[in-house]
């Protein structure tokens, strides 16, 4: 019978939250810089090319993502702001919202009003997409020793950043947020009545990592 009601309490699926989905998302995507400058000499990404890297991984990690434009005015000129909405599709009340700006150039040769929008909405789109991300956008000359000093320090970046998310989901707080936005229903009824408490908070550490451990097992 007590094996019975760990097997009910324990049975979560071990989904991740928006914010785990998010970390996975900006450690695995690769986004090739797949255009080049031929007068600068570089190469570099394009709104496009992050996008078509990030449909598998947000497909991979039951994410989607919504982008939309405004036209607004700052100062008398008019910018594009591009905002992003992150959805999880396992929870869909869970999103992350992120916007950009980027200024419209009053004239630019060889351009209609149009396109000048359309090139201001695709730069507006990128900013957003590399700050969600964490992309790294400088870009790539022919000097390979400071490709590699780049690419080093954007890895120890995105580990930093890592280490950091995760040491809040195993600090006493975020234990509690991941349970309490987890467990609900009779798994919450059984959970507390398994450790003897009416509330999370009431749990020793060691309780709470008991719990997000067989909860949040992979």
Request: glycine content about 6%; proline content about 1%; overall charge neutral.
């Amino acid at each position: 019978m007590a094996m019975y009601k760990q097997a009910i309490w324990f049975d979560i699926g071990g989904k991740m939250n928006i914010y785990e989905k998010l970390l996975k998302a900006q450690v695995e995507l690769k986004a090739p810089k797949g255009q080049y400058n031929s007068f600068g000499k570089y190469k570099y990404r394009s709104c496009e090319d992050i996008l078509e890297a990030l449909k598998p991984v947000l497909d991979k990690l039951k994410l989607t993502l919504f982008i939309k434009d405004d036209v607004i005015e700052v100062n008398t000129r008019n910018y594009v702001k591009a905002t992003i909405v992150l959805v999880n599709i396992e929870k869909p009340d869970e999103i992350i919202e992120t916007s950009a700006l980027a200024r419209e150039e009053e004239t630019k040769k060889g351009m209609d009003g149009s396109q000048i929008t359309g090139t201001s909405s695709s730069y507006a789109r990128k900013y957003a997409l590399n700050g969600l991300f964490m992309i790294d956008d400088t870009k790539d000359n022919d000097n390979s020793s400071t490709k590699i000093e780049r690419a080093n320090r954007a890895e120890a970046e995105r580990q930093e950043e890592k280490q950091k998310v995760q040491e809040f989901l195993n600090s006493r707080a975020g234990m509690i947020e991941r349970l309490s936005e987890y467990v609900t229903g009779k798994n919450l009824e059984n959970t507390l009545k398994h450790f003897g408490v009416e509330a999370f908070w009431q749990m020793t550490d060691e309780q709470l990592k008991e719990a997000c451990q067989k909860i949040f097992k992979k």
